[in-house]
């Protein structure tokens, strides 16, 4: 089956600051890839995605960057504020199966 | 606008009792899913239900049953609870599965502690 790994498991910016949260995945014929954020106590919520016929998807400070040959994905955050600090988590789906995997989630941390 | 709303909230259980955790989606979504969530391990599924009608397993199913009720309604039942059980649940939802997958959206979660 597939297998989503996040990398790293923790990162702390200065607000302002740019942040790349880099994911991996062993399953080829994956062709979705979401990216969710989920702060303390709450539920996880869609921040954006992108499908496999795109390589880059932007909105506003956000934007995910998908390489199929090298089977990653990475979220870029720009002008970085306190209100980015959460856990990050990514995922892929496998058209076969329709069911995400997702990365055991990154900790965003952005220093005031 | 309730979207997916997941109850209980919270509830505490002895080892050995038997639960439901109920969810429901105002979506008009076809697909429903079953997540526990563990310090650590991120988001793993337990069932998952691609179509009203069908139910099929997760990732971690077992000690776990589900019921797709309806259109609109996901249970899920511990029929004898375990401490290993002990997480937090989320329900979640999609306009269709497969190919071309919508996103899903999330409830609010039930924190479960099994004594």
């Known amino acids: 089956g597939e297998n989503v790994e996040q990398h790293p498991s923790t990162l702390s910016v200065q607000e302002g600051d740019s942040a790349v949260i880099k994911c991996t995945y062993s399953?080829?014929?994956?062709?979705?890839f979401p990216w969710y954020k989920q702060e303390l106590g709450k539920r996880p919520q869609l921040i954006i995605d992108?499908?496999?016929?795109?390589g880059e998807k932007k909105d506003q400070r956000i934007a995910v960057t998908l390489n199929k040959t090298a089977k990653h994905f990475s979220l870029h955050i720009t002008e970085t504020q306190p209100e980015d600090s959460a856990v990050y988590f990514c995922?892929?789906?496998?058209?076969?199966?329709?069911?995400?995997?997702f990365g055991k989630g990154i900790t965003l941390s952005v220093r005031p | 606008n309730a979207g997916v709303t997941q109850t209980p909230k919270f509830q505490v259980l002895k080892t050995g009792q038997s639960m439901t955790l109920q969810c429901a989606q105002d979506?008009?979504?076809?697909?429903m899913y079953w997540y526990r969530q563990d310090p650590g391990m991120g988001l793993r599924l337990i069932y998952y239900?691609?179509?009203?009608?069908?139910?099929d397993k997760g990732e971690v199913p077992n000690g776990y049953n589900v019921s797709r009720l309806n259109k609109r309604e996901f249970s899920l039942r511990l029929e004898s609870a375990a401490p290993s059980q002990t997480s937090v649940y989320f329900c979640?939802?999609?306009?269709?599965?497969?190919?071309?997958?919508?996103?899903?959206?999330f409830g609010d979660g039930t924190r479960l502690s099994i004594l």
């Open positions: 995922a892929a789906l496998t058209g076969a199966n329709s069911k995400l995997t």
């Open positions: 992108i499908r496999s016929n795109v």
């Open positions: 979506m008009n979504h076809n697909s």
């Open positions: 979640a939802s999609s306009e269709r599965g497969g190919p071309g997958l919508e996103p899903q959206h």
């Open positions: 239900s691609a179509s009203e009608g069908t139910t």
């Open positions: 399953d080829s014929a994956s062709n979705y």
